[in-house]
């Protein structure tokens, strides 16, 4: 029964979308994998996309759930986002949204 009912249980996927400063996205991405590298509890992966040509961006983080997130902010990845906040060129949007369909080649 257990193995059904974890069939039935739903990833969640945080998402942000911004635009980082002329030029510094590298810069962004090289932070971004810093802070992703200190999640444990609950994390199931992440991706950094960039628009060709552009400073813009749409990063996805998986977990469990959305409190796992949560659970996984620490100091070392606060300093880390304090030294990215500086890099976006606005406030990035934010928002979790659970994962419906999955679908992975065989």
């Known amino acids: 029964m257990s193995e059904f009912l974890d ?18 996205f590298a810069e962004a991405q090289r932070l971004y994998e810093k802070a992703v590298s200190t999640y ?31 659970e996984n902010i620490s100091e070392s990845y606060e300093a880390i986002l304090q030294e990215m906040n500086p890099l976006f060129r606005t406030h990035p949007n934010t928002s979790f949204y659970e994962v419906c369909s999955e679908i992975t080649p065989e």
Not at 15 to 23: D, K, L, S, T
Not at 47 to 61: N, S
């Open 7 to 24: 069939f039935l249980k739903h990833k969640y996927a945080y998402v942000a979308i911004g635009e980082f400063q002329p030029g510094r």
């Open 40 to 70: 444990t509890k609950g994390f199931k992966g992440a991706y950094l996309l960039q628009k060709p040509g552009t400073d813009e961006g749409i990063a996805v983080i998986m977990w469990d759930k959305i409190d796992d997130m949560q």
